[in-house]
T-cell receptor, first 113, second 112 residues
Framework: EPEVTQTPSHQVTQMGQEVILRCVPI?????FYWYRQILGQKVEFLVS????????KSEIFDDQFSVERPDGSNFTLKIRSTKLEDSAMYFC???????????FGQGTRLTVV | DAKTTQPNSMESNEEEPVHLPCNHS???????IHWYRQLPSQGPEYVIH???SNVNNRMASLAIAEDRKSSTLILHRATLRDAAVYYC?????????????FGKGTKLTVNP
């Protein structure tokens, strides 16, 4: 069964450092997403990406965040200068069309110290 | 974003059916009803979705009220592996927004 893969599974970084979270969506999918989940809280939408550009973003997705699809397979989330409050599970997801099911990866646990 | 209301938690016994309710009284005619679940320490997982008619797949059944203001996710025989948080989410089929808006969901506990 096709799956979304995320690397690394756990990343520890110092406050102020840049991090890049990587995702390989399902190969024939066209829509890509990042969500995050702070420990014990709800899953929150960050950004959606379609046709090589951001199609929607939340208030959380400020200038410190960026996304990129550098080649035909990877989809990355960059946080330029991490803060303690960025510590969370980050989930990548992809879907074939906007109204079909989204497939989520297993997540990257980001710990900012 | 259209809102849904779910009980915070429910409990079931293994191999018994489970009915997880969801109220969505402000649903619009273009909203699909989606269900996802999140097992402990994992990403959300798609379960099922529907528009007006009841739907079945290998994981579950979705029963949608005639007025579409509520729906019920049915797990026919709960297993320990079904212990998860279940989310009922409305998505605009006209593609007005691509995002999934997760609420707190229903935490399902399955007793052996």
């Amino acid at each position: 069964e096709p799956e979304v893969t995320q690397t690394p599974s756990h990343q520890v970084t110092q406050m102020g450092q840049e991090v890049i979270l990587r995702c390989v969506p399902i190969s024939n999918h066209l829509y890509f997403y990042w969500y995050r989940q702070i420990l014990g809280q709800k899953v929150e939408f960050l950004v959606s990406f379609y046709n090589n550009e951001i199609s929607e973003k939340s208030e959380i997705f400020d200038d410190q965040f960026s996304v990129e699809r550098p080649d035909g397979s990877n989809f990355t989330l960059k946080i330029r200068s991490t803060k303690l409050e960025d510590s969370a599970m980050y989930f990548c997801a992809s879907s074939g069309t906007v109204n079909t099911e989204a497939f989520f990866g297993q997540g990257t646990r980001l710990t900012v110290v | 974003d259209a809102k849904t209301t779910q009980p915070n938690s429910m409990e079931s016994n293994e191999e018994e059916p489970v009915h997880l309710p969801c109220n969505h009284s402000t649903i619009s005619g273009t909203d699909y009803i989606h269900w996802y679940r999140q097992l402990p320490s994992q990403g959300p997982e798609y379960v099922i979705h529907g528009l007006t008619s009841n739907v079945n797949n290998r994981m579950a059944s979705l029963a949608i009220a005639e007025d579409r203001k509520s729906s019920t996710l049915i797990l026919h025989r709960a297993t320990l592996r079904d212990a998860a948080v279940y989310y009922c989410i409305l998505r605009d089929r006209q593609g007005g927004s691509e995002k999934l808006v997760f609420g707190k969901g229903t935490k399902l506990t399955v007793n052996p």
